[in-house]
C-alpha cells in the first residue's frame, strides 16, 4: 500500500511538471507563470485527451490507452518547451525557488497529511461512498467508452462522471485497485486544492508593488488552504457551548434555553446531555453532521424542509468522492486563468474593439483555448459549475476593461459575445458527454415562502464575511468610494430580484393548486402575502447580502487604472489588479448565495436543498479565497492600536471556526489512532461479510458480463457486487437512479423482475429475467438470502458454481 501512495505522487507530480512549460507560455502575467496551477491544469489535460481519445475509438480504455494520452496532452508542453527554451525556464526556476517551494511542499504535506487521515477510516460504506466507487470501477472495466452505468446494464453513466474518469485515469496508469484509488482520490485532490489555493493567494499578493517589507509573501499564501480547505464554519464552536451547558437553565426541573430555541439549529434546540463538557458530542447521533444542516427551510404550512449547506472540511471529513470535491482544484484553475485574463487585459493600452475583432483577437491566443478546456471541463465535472466560472471569467474580462476606459455600453455587448463564444465553445469541446446525458433539472422556480435566516447565513460564512467585509470597508474609504452608485448597483440587483421573484410568483398562484402543491400549503394572494411577511420581518440575510454587494461594489468603483497606463503596470504598479479581483470574487460570493434567496433549481426534491448546496458550496470556495487575501492584506495593515485589535479580533474567529476541525478530526479518526491502519475501501467487508467479498474479488477478475444481485434502497450496503467489482448490474439503487435520468423510465420493471428470479421456484421464470437483461453471473450472498431466501439448490438445479466461498455462491449463465 506504501507503493500505491508512492505511485499516485509520483503520477500527479509528473502531470504538473509535463504541463508547467505550457503554462509558462500561456500565462506570463501570473508571478509564478502558473506553476502552482500546473498540476490540476496537466491532470485536467492528460484526462481530456485520454477521454475524448477513447470517446472516438481511437484508444482503448487501458493503461496503454492512459498513457498514450499522457503522451498527447505533454506534445503541447513539448511545443510551448520548445517556443520558450529550457533555458528560459530553467533560469526562472532557479530565481524562484521559494514559489516552487511553497508549490510542492503545500502539495507534499497536504497529500500525506490526508492519506493518514483516510487509512484511519477507509470504509467505501454509507452516504453515497458506494456509488462514487461503482463509478470509479465502472469505468476501469467498461470495454469502451461511454463507460457502461454500473447500477443499470445496458445504459451508459448519465452524470458527469469526468472526476471519475480522472480518478479511474490514476489508478489505470498506478496499477492502484479501485477501493484504494478512491482514498488516494480524496487525499489527492485535497493537496490539490491546497496547493492550487496557496498559489492563486500568491499571486494576488506578489502583484501588489506596495505590499510591506518584513512580510514574508509565501507564508501569507498559507491562509488560502487554511480558509478553504480547515477553516469551518461556526457549528462547530455552537456545539462546544452547547455541550457545555451555556445558554441552559434549569426551570421547573429540566433544562429550557431562549438562546438556542431562538437559534433554531435542529438538535441544538434539545437539551445537552450532562455532565457538561467542551467536547461535542450527541446521543444516539453524530454530532459533526449537524454542520452541513444549520439552514432550514419551512414551507407556507410550517413543516421543515431540509437543506444541504456543505463545505470544503466537512466534505474532506465526510469522506465522500462527490462530484463538488472533485471539481475543486479544476475550479481553482478556471480562477487563475481568470486572474490572468484580468491582469493582461488591464495592461493593453488599444482602445477597445468591436465584439468580432475582440473575439478573433482573442481566439489567436492559446490562452484563450485552455480556457475552452477548463471551462468546458468544469460542466463534466460539477455541471453548475460551468456558467458560474464562465460568468466569472467574462466579468474578469469586464472588470479589466472598466478599469482601462471606465463604463462604457458597448463593453456589455463584447462581454456578452465573449461569455456566449466560450460557453459554446466549452460545450463542443466535451459534446460526447452531453449527447448521452440527462438531468432531473426542470427550470427556476421563485423562492417564496422558502428564505434563510439572518443567524444562520452568519453561523454558515462569519469566519469569511468578517475578513472580507473589514477589508473591503477599508479599502472602499481609501479609493475614495462612489457609496451612491454602488449602493444604487446593490440595491438595483436585490430589487430586481426579488421582484422579478414576486412577478413569477404572481403567475405560479393563478394556478393555486400547483402553488400549494410546490409550497406546501395554500396557494392564491395567502401565498404572496405570506412570502412578502416572512421576509420583512426576518430581513437579516438580504440585508447582509446588501451590505455585502455595496461594499463590494464600492471597492470595485473606487479603482481605476494607475497613470501610466501600460508602462506603469510594466514597472510593478499592480496594486489595483489584485485588490480590484480579490473584491471581484467577493462580489461574486454574494451573488451565489444572493440567487438562491430568491430563485431556486427544480428538481425532484421541490425544495431549495440542492441549490443551496450547489452555490453556497462555490461562494465559500470564491468568499475563503477572497478572505485569505483580506486577512493577508488586514495583517499587513499598519501597526497600532486599532490594528492590533483588529487582529485580536480576527484571531478569536478564526480560533472559533476552528473548533469544527479539531474535534471533528478528533472523533472521525477515533483520536487519531493509528490501529488497523488501511487505504482498502473494503475492508468492512473483509470484517462483516468475508463470503461476500471473495465473491466480490472473484467477479472483480472474471469475464466482462452482467451481474445481478439483490436491490436495496439507497444509502445502503446493496449493489455491492457491481459497487466493487466493476460489472455492470442490472439494478443498483433506483432512488439514484431516478434522479441522475430524471425519472423511473430506464428502470422499468427491473426491481419486480429482480425478486421474481430469486424467489422463483419454475426455472421458466428465471430464464426469462436472466435472458430479458443478458444476465451473465447470479450472485447468492447474504442480502439476497436474507431479502429474498433464495436457495441456492435452486439455482444448482439449472445453473454451473463459477465462485463459491462460504455462504456466497456465483452461478454462471452460459451462452446460448
Known sequence: MILDVLFWYLAILAAGWLAFPLLYRLLPCLPDRGLTLAKPAGLLLWGYAWWLLTSFHILENTAGGVLVGLVVAGAFSAWALRREGGASIRAWLGENRKTVWLAEGVFAVAFLAWVWVRGTYPDVAGTEKPMELAFINAILRSPAFPP?????????????????????????????????????????????????ASGLLYNLLALRKDRASGHNVHALSLLAPLFLLIVSNLEGFLEMLHARGVFWQQQAGALASPFWNWLGIQELVNPPAQPFSWVPERVGGIWWWRASRVLQDFDFSGGPREIIDEFPFFSYLLGDLHPHVLAMPFVLLAVGLALHLYVREAARSEAPASEDVEILRLARMGETWLAVIVLGGLAFLNTWDFPIYLALYGAAYGLAAFRRVGWQWPHLTRLAALVVALGLAGIAAYLPFYLGFQSQAGGLLPSLVFFTRGVHLWVMFAPLLVPIGGWLFIRARRGPADWKAAGLLAVGLVAGLWLLSMLMGLVIVTRSEAAAGIYGGAGGSALIVEALTRRLTQPG?????????????????????????????????????????????????????L??????????????????????????????????????????????????????????????ALAYPTFGLWERTRGFDPANWTLDGASHLARFAPDDLAAIQWLRQAPYGVVVEAVGGSYSGYARAATFSGLPGVLGWPGHESQWRGGAKE??????????????????????????????????????????????????????????????TVYEVPEH
Open 541 to 593: 440575510a438580504w440585508l447582509t447580502l446588501l451590505a455585502a454587494l455595496i461594499l463590494s461594489f464600492a471597492a470595485l468603483i473606487s479603482q481605476r487604472r494607475p497613470a501610466g497606463g501600460a508602462e506603469a503596470l510594466a514597472e510593478g504598479a499592480h496594486s489595483a489588479e489584485s485588490g480590484s479581483f480579490a473584491a471581484l470574487l467577493a462580489l461574486v460570493g454574494a451573488g451565489l448565495v
Open 148 to 196: 457502461h452505468d454500473p447500477w443499470l446494464s445496458g445504459y451508459a453513466i448519465s452524470y458527469y462522471y469526468f472526476g471519475y474518469a480522472l480518478t479511474a485515469m490514476l489508478a489505470h496508469i498506478t496499477g492502484t485497485p479501485g477501493e484504494v484509488a478512491f482514498n488516494l482520490a480524496l487525499a489527492g485532490w485535497f493537496a490539490l486544492s491546497a496547493a492550487a
Open 595 to 656: 440567487f438562491p434567496e430568491f430563485f431556486y433549481l427544480r428538481d425532484q426534491f421541490g425544495w431549495r436543498m440542492n441549490t443551496i448546496f450547489k452555490f453556497y458550496y462555490q461562494a465559500w470556495i470564491v468568499w475563503s479565497l477572497a478572505a485569505a487575501y483580506a486577512s493577508a492584506r488586514l495583517w499587513q495593515a499598519r501597526q497600532g492600536a486599532l490594528a492590533w485589535a483588529g487582529r485580536a479580533a480576527w484571531l478569536a474567529l478564526l480560533t472559533a
Open 747 to 808: 428502470m422499468g420493471s427491473r426491481e419486480p423482475d429482480i425478486e421474481q428470479l430469486y424467489r422463483a421456484r419454475r426455472w421458466e421464470q428465471a430464464q426469462a429475467v436472466l435472458d430479458r437483461y443478458h444476465v451473465r453471473y447470479v450472485l447468492v450472498g447474504s442480502l439476497e438470502k436474507s431479502k429474498y431466501g433464495a436457495v441456492d439448490s435452486f439455482f444448482a438445479r439449472y445453473l454451473p458454481v463459477a465462485f463459491q466461498s462460504g455462504q456466497a
